[in-house]
């Protein structure tokens, strides 16, 4: 059943990623000292932001763990984000976010021989999406850790409503 979700989830991301480019993402200044949408995040090493038309990219690194978190844009209509919630909850074990439940959601991927190893997949109900993903060697704590670092609820006040470099 896991394979199976995540294989739906997959096909999903494909699809969405092929969609025409509609308005950028607001960009978020982090700091008074940071030109960056992505945050330094405290206890980490942050790496060059790259970005798309549809996303940023960055890298954390602390000791010999690397985290890479990407925050794109990725909207759901009502159904398909009721499809995200299903799949979610079926399978996978959630994620406590700073935001409301019908604000977003988000769930660990985690491996099979080792639960404290995980990624970390969120979609907030205003079109943004995020991945904290450690391609299986960082821990969970580490992706909480990021993902407090990040400021969810901030990177998603102005969700989408322009574009700034």
């Not at 940071?34 to 945050?39: E, M, N, R, T």
């Not at 984000?81 to 660990?108: H, I």
């Amino acid at each position: 059943m896991c394979m199976r979700a995540a294989c739906l989830l997959f096909g999903a991301l494909s699809l969405f990623s092929c969609r025409a480019a509609g308005p950028q993402p607001t960009a978020r200044v982090a700091t008074a000292t940071s030109s960056h949408v992505l945050p330094d995040v405290p206890g980490f090493d942050g790496g060059p932001e790259e970005h798309g038309t549809r996303y940023w990219r960055r890298t954390y690194a602390r000791a010999a763990e690397t985290t890479t978190v990407t925050l794109a844009r990725f909207s759901m209509s009502d159904e398909q984000y009721q499809g995200w919630l299903r799949m979610s909850k079926a399978d996978f074990p959630q994620a406590d976010l700073p935001v409301g439940p019908t604000d977003g959601n988000g769930f660990y991927q985690c491996a099979a021989n080792d639960p404290s190893r995980c990624n970390l997949l969120v979609q907030l109900r205003c079109g943004l999406h995020l991945e904290i993903r450690g391609q299986g060697i960082a821990r969970r704590e580490d992706a909480d850790a990021i993902l407090r670092g990040l400021g969810l609820p901030a990177l998603g006040e102005n969700c989408w409503t322009g574009a700034t470099e």
